[in-house]
């Protein structure tokens, strides 16, 4: 599996080479740092207290904004995180299969994009093809619940996107090449990070 490959490629890089622990900040401190904040993971404290997101986000109410929505799905083919296909299915039944205990479909949201803007044409073209992936908001109605732009400059965000899967789900190990914010509405969310040492190459754990 790759979280046991990088479970234990975490160990062998021991603690001289670990990022130690992430720091916690207050809202406050956050904002303080202004728009060129540094670039390290931290634990924002109480950033999502006024978020409507925070106590309306329940299945029920997920469901009755956009239950009768055609999703894209991304199926795990026999659990692993590995192999997958691309299905379409109506979000209701997306959050009820996903929603039972065990998950009666391993499925993960493919599409779930928020908001969307253009991305400077500065940026390097392989960057800018990425973010062609969500031509349109999927759930445009949802935007208000995530007021994300009292947080950071509105100018530095370029997509909201909301990411729902199956208990137990595993994402890819992967590069984003724009910082993130990661708002975790319900549930739990475990992240293994890695520095971002341009020398450094994590294609062989996976050979």
Known sequence: MISAALENFAHELGSDQSLGPVPRVSLEIFKRL?????RV???VCGAMASWPASSTWTPDYLKSKIGARMVQ???NLSGASNRSEITFVPFRDFVEAISAAPPAQHWHLAVGSI???S?????????????????ETAFPELAKDVPIARLVDPETIFET???IAYSGAVTRLHFDHMD???GVVSGRKR??????????EMGSLFA
């Open 73 to 75: 799905v991304l199926v």
């Open 34 to 38: 202004g728009p060129v904040k540094p």
């Open 180 to 182: 993130n914010l990661l």
């Open 41 to 43: 993971p931290m634990i």
């Open 161 to 163: 996107n909301l990411w």
């Open 115 to 117: 908001y969307a803007r």
């Open 119 to 135: 991305v400077p044409r500065l940026l390097p073209p392989k960057v800018m093809r990425l973010f062609r992936r969500f031509p």
């Open 191 to 200: 992240l293994i990070l890695f520095d971002a040492d341009p020398g450094f």
